[in-house]
């Protein structure tokens, strides 16, 4: 079956570093992706990785690697406003999205 | 109005009601989506419009009916649900080409559904 794994819940403090994993196990690849959704609000789109190595926007950078089944979300010098879940789903040989559970982040003062 | 929107934002019904949920999305897209969310579980996909057509229905339950009468408009219609289907329904859209890229999708802010 297909599967996308990430932590359910994790907790860093503003202004520091946080790594958010992702791993996946999927009927083809065709691209992974990270969207935020704040409580109650839809979910966002934030990147999109389809080749191996590391997509750079802003304070936010995801990474891929194909041959592990592995992405990780990063976010730097992290804000009080970057609380939200991050969910992560890898499009399959189907071009259909495959979606964890999603992690939820608390950023603490 | 601009992206997607999804009208009513919550609803309470009973078992025995009909109600529609309705989307409309103004982004020029040609793909539009019905999903499931509930509580500390992964998105799941219920419909898949395509050009109009509908090109994916996973195994959802008869009483919940998808309608998509133009590429900028989606319905879900409710009938005879169960408590269990309680959860936030989730309309996305994207714009789907064969010339790759991320296509990603937008997503409405949801319809809060409450069967009781």
């Known amino acids: 079956g297909q599967n996308i794994d990430q932590p359910t819940e994790m907790t860093a403090t503003e202004g520091a570093i946080v790594q958010i994993n992702c791993t996946y196990q999927?009927?083809?690849?065709?691209?992974l992706f990270w969207y935020q959704q704040h409580a109650g609000e839809a979910p966002t789109f934030l990147s999109y990785?389809?080749l191996d190595g590391l997509e750079e926007k802003g304070r936010f950078s995801s990474f891929l690697s194909r041959s592990k089944g592995y992405s990780y979300l990063l976010l730097k010098e992290l804000q009080m406003k970057d609380s939200a879940s991050y969910l992560c789903?890898?499009?399959?040989?189907?071009?259909?999205?495959?979606w964890g559970a999603g992690t939820k982040l608390i950023i603490k003062p | 109005e601009t992206g997607v929107t999804q009208t009513p934002r919550h609803l309470v019904m009973g078992m025995t009601n009909k109600k529609s949920l309705k989307c409309e999305q103004h982004?020029?897209?040609?793909?539009m989506y019905w999903y499931k969310q509930s509580a500390k579980k992964p998105l799941e996909l219920m419909f898949v419009?395509?050009?109009?057509?509908?090109?994916e229905n996973n195994s959802v339950p008869s009483r919940f009916s998808p309608e998509c009468p133009n590429s900028s408009h989606l319905f879900l219609h409710l009938h005879t649900l169960q408590p269990e289907d309680s959860a936030l329904y989730l309309c996305?859209?994207?714009?789907?080409?064969?010339?790759?890229?991320?296509?990603?999708?937008?997503f409405g802010p949801g319809t809060r559904l409450t069967v009781l």
């Open positions: 999927t009927s083809g690849f065709n691209g």
């Open positions: 982004l020029g897209h040609n793909a």
């Open positions: 990785n389809v």
């Open positions: 419009y395509n050009f109009k057509e509908q090109t």
């Open positions: 996305a859209s994207s714009h789907e080409s064969s010339s790759g890229g991320a296509n990603e999708q937008f």
């Open positions: 789903a890898v499009r399959d040989s189907n071009y259909q999205l495959i």
